[in-house]
């Protein structure tokens, strides 16, 4: 329902079939069976869409392998494998690299050398789709915000991602496609981190996309000014 509503709201989409993505966390099947099941994702999608009357046409399919074995790609994760640190991977995989006691620490656990590079892949394939805005699940905010900050040096220009996480939006009762008036009144209830996260985040690039940049940010400042006025 969300590929319906940004075709509907006049966006083009392109969804990444990771297939390569998923012969790391499948080694038992085969590249040729993974990808058999992505073509049937994309005639699964397309029927979706125009069920309910969406143009497919605005969605464009990318298969992890078109790039992801190319020598440029490969060169790039060499690079980037010199200089981000193991911590920064787990961290942005939500496993703890140093204590002992944690369950979730990388000490009491045996994982996959997947996990480890996930992130890097993932930050690489916004590059290669020219990526302008990722939507993904709320389970994702710590790589997302790996990616953010390991990109700023690898990408081929100053252009950000906007990362619009499904799970915080659904949290909080905000669409994306909501009038202004009623994000207004939502954000009334809203504590400050959450607005200024929305604000920052989100809502302000995606707004100044509809030319609503200034008012919104006028009545963000407003809202968390009061909040303030009234912890203080």
Same mark, same amino acid.
């Given at each position: 329902?969300?590929?319906? &509503?940004?075709?509907?709201? =006049?966006?083009?989409?392109? #969804? !990444?079939?990771?297939?390569?993505? *998923? @012969?790391? $966390? ?6 040729? &069976?993974?990808?058999?099941? =992505?073509?049937?994702?994309? #005639? !699964?999608?397309?029927?979706?869409? *125009? @069920?309910? $009357? ?179």
């Amino acid at each position: 329902m969300q590929i319906v &509503k940004f075709i509907k709201a =006049g966006h083009y989409i392109t #969804i !990444l079939l990771a297939d390569i993505h *998923e @012969l790391l $966390d499948t080694p038992e099947l085969t590249l040729d &069976k993974i990808q058999n099941r =992505g073509k049937a994702y994309k #005639i !699964l999608i397309e029927l979706l869409v *125009e @069920l309910f $009357d969406a143009n497919p046409n605005s969605i464009l399919y990318r298969f992890g392998s078109e790039f992801q074995l190319s020598s440029e790609y490969v060169l790039d994760f060499y690079k980037i494998s010199s200089y981000t640190t193991i911590n920064e991977t787990f961290k942005a995989r939500e496993i703890d690299f140093n204590p002992i006691e944690s369950d979730n620490s990388i000490s009491k656990s045996n994982k996959k050398m997947t996990t480890m590079i996930y992130p890097i892949l993932q930050s690489l394939d916004e590059k290669y789709i020219n990526c302008d805005i990722f939507y993904g699940s709320i389970t994702q905010e710590l790589m997302c915000k790996y990616s953010e900050e390991l990109m700023k040096n690898n990408r081929k220009s100053d252009k950000k991602v906007l990362y619009l996480l499904q799970d915080l939006t659904t949290k909080i009762g905000i669409s994306f496609f909501d009038p202004l008036d009623t994000i207004q009144i939502k954000l009334e209830y809203l504590k400050e981190d959450e607005i200024e996260y929305l604000s920052e985040k989100i809502l302000s690039p995606l707004l100044e996309l509809r030319g609503d940049k200034t008012f919104f940010l006028s009545y963000t400042k407003q809202i968390i000014s009061e909040l303030l006025s009234k912890t203080s």
